[in-house]
């Protein structure tokens, strides 16, 4: 937690119910984004992102294996976040390894549609192989290295960049397999076929200080929310996951509110992270 004396506290309250933010912003208006792409050589897609001061890192492997008995027509997507100690003392011992979790958890819920799979972000019937027997497998890494706040939507963003700068390998089935035999295959190591992020939603969090609702808090705004929602959106301006923080209660007039709000600024996050990614794919 961030230590703000009275007269700090006063100041970005009133900053706040003046639609001007310390750092001269309005409530609705994200920090600068930047984005790398291709910052892991070893991996199969990566990416940094900068929000402010915030910045992360996320990376996509894939590896072949086995669908899942109850879903033999899809691939599997592990998520997993790390806190770094570096990137705030708070993330030392246990602090970092429960918000590493609830980070974890997070994304899950807004790209992956918690464990039902409903309204999912990323189409894992694309990851098949050889239905019921062989699917590509992809753990993507989540590294926190820098903390100013807004830590769920710059990790979305990470993914949402990884996965562009994610190539999959060709596999050719070379013989059908039958009963529980393993099917032949033959993986290129020169043809890679691109990632698919056309449903990848970005997240949208909104965090409630005093009377308002902000977009991009920094570490000393979340100091002073009463609760925060965020909230995933695909390019069609659909919902693919929510999830709440804090111990305040919300009216579902208010979250319907939330989401309308959400689904305008998710149109200018979108357009700010394609310039990003293009001008980062064109610098590799």
């Known amino acids: 937690m961030v230590g703000l004396s009275a007269g700090e506290k006063n100041f970005l309250h009133g900053g706040i119910d003046q639609d001007l933010r310390s750092d001269g912003r309005n409530r609705n208006t994200y920090r600068p984004i930047s984005v790398e792409t291709g910052v892991i050589p070893q991996a199969n897609g990566s990416a940094r ?129 039958s009963g529980d035999e393993e099917p ?15 449903g990848v939603p970005v997240i949208v969090t909104l965090t409630k200080v005093g009377r308002h609702y902000i977009v991009d808090a920094t570490s000393d705004e979340e100091s002073q929310m009463t609760t925060a929602v965020s909230i995933s959106i695909n390019r069609k301006g659909h919902i693919c996951g929510l999830t709440k923080r804090g111990s305040s209660g919300l009216d579902s007039s208010i979250i319907s509110d939330m989401i309308s709000v959400a689904q305008h600024i998710s149109v200018q996050l979108f357009d700010k992270l394609d310039t990003q990614i293009s001008a980062a794919e064109a610098d590799e």
Do not use: H
């Not at 032949?184 to 056309?198: C, G, R």
């Open 184 to 198: 032949e295959v033959d993986i290129s190591d020169e043809e890679y076929l691109q990632f698919d992020t056309s």
């Open 49 to 177: 992102v900068r929000i402010g001061a915030t910045e992360v890192i996320a990376s996509v492997k894939a590896e072949l294996g086995r669908p899942a008995a109850l879903q033999p027509d899809k691939g599997k997507v592990a998520i997993f976040v790390d806190c770094s100690p570096v990137a705030n003392p708070v993330f030392e011992g246990r602090g970092g390894e429960e918000l590493s979790l609830e980070l974890s958890v997070a994304l899950q819920q807004c790209l992956l549609g918690g464990k039902s799979g409903a309204g999912a972000g990323i189409d894992l019937s694309s990851l098949m192989v050889v239905e019921g027997k062989l699917c590509w497998d992809l753990y993507i890494d989540g590294l926190v290295v820098s903390s100013d706040g807004n830590l769920l939507d710059a990790l979305g963003a990470s993914i949402m960049a990884a996965l562009s700068n994610t190539g999959i390998p060709r596999v050719q089935v070379a013989a059908a397999a």
